[in-house]
């Protein structure tokens, strides 16, 4: 017999895994090139060579011993440090080797700060629309994930509607921008606001309220657009990184964490994440791929890919009627389903073969979102099967 908890976390299981799935099965039948499967962030370009390399030189150079046994649960020492200095170096930071805990990806490192932060009973916030995960990353240690309603002509947070939600049980927040699902990148402005908000909250209400920044879309940036470093706005800041997206090694589960020694009780902070790391079962992040990180840590995927993709799908959508924010980050489309509930506009697009995600999986629904990690070929091929459904909706001739 199973735990009541999980009845609740299999009955409600993650529908974008459910359409990986489906898509796996669709492609058997069809024919991959047949199928326009838009559901998963996994990349689909490939790691830098530097990566290749670095295994390479990891294997045949270091000592075997080393490179695949334990080592301290916050990770190698002389990688931490190579994180730490390239943040420096990059965000005029002063962080030092044990601000960084190397983790499984950002997923790992969520896990390990509410392990961290979290009592029974303890109300996180983020803002909707969401990456679903959440809900687990903070219920899994009992805590209670509360979402802020959506600003839906920006998708920047709704700050005055967060101001009122800040209790005296809030003990964290949950950012991520670049966003997913919408692609928006929040704004200076917006961070200065929201860091004014919970300074003053804090003060009134006599609490410390965590800003956990889950960010592992940060390098994925298009324009020329700026994402600020949190760090920098409101001292309570915990970083959340990942590998995964910004060197294409999702499955090798690599990321950190960031806890700076302004964050109140650093030092307690710090020590208790390192137990977390060990006592969920982690005990470290992946050995060899710390390795490899502390060798690429400048290193970075062809984002001209995703731009590119980004383009060609954004421009393709619009012309056919479809509404949609111009993502600035990250690599998804957060489109406007052309009918109220947009569970009937994916079940629609599935008879062309076109895999999207509705938008209730983000707590935002009326909304699909469409990731475009996926080969130029398939986007161009799926643009015709878009132009019909824009047909079928919207009842007329694009
Ligand atoms: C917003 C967000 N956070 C966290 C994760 C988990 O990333 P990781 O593979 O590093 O665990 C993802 C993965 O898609 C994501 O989109």
Known sequence: MIAEKMKSYVENSSVIRAMFEEGGKMAAVYGAENVYDFSLGNPNVAAPVEVRQAIEEIITGEDPVMVHGYMSNAGFEDVRTAVANSLNRRFDTAFHEENIIMTVGAAGGMNVIFRTILNPGDEVLTFAPYFGEYRAYVSN????????????????????????MITGRTKAVIVNSPNNPTGVVYSEDTLIKLADILRRKQEELQTVIY??????????????????????YYENTIVGYSFSKSLSLPGERIGYLVIPDQVSDSEQVIAAANVANRILGYVNAPSLFQRVIGKCIDAKVDVQFYDKNRRTLYDG?????????????AFYLFVKSPVEDEKVFVEAAKKYHILIVPGS??????????????????IVNALPYFEKLAQEFFGRNV
């Open 141 to 164: 240690y009992d805590g209670i994930l509360k979402a802020v309603e959506p600003d839906t002509d920006t998708f920047q947070p709704n700050l005055e509607k967060f101001e009122e």
């Open 211 to 232: 800003l956990v920044t889950d960010e592992p879309y940060r390098e994925l940036a298009y324009d020329g657009v700026a994402v600020p470093f949190v760090t920098k």
């Open 361 to 378: 999986s983000f707590a935002c629904p009326g909304y699909v979102r469409i990731a475009y990690c996926v080969s130029l070929d398939t």
């Open 317 to 329: 959508l619009k012309k056919f009627g479809f509404s949609c924010i111009k993502p600035e980050g």
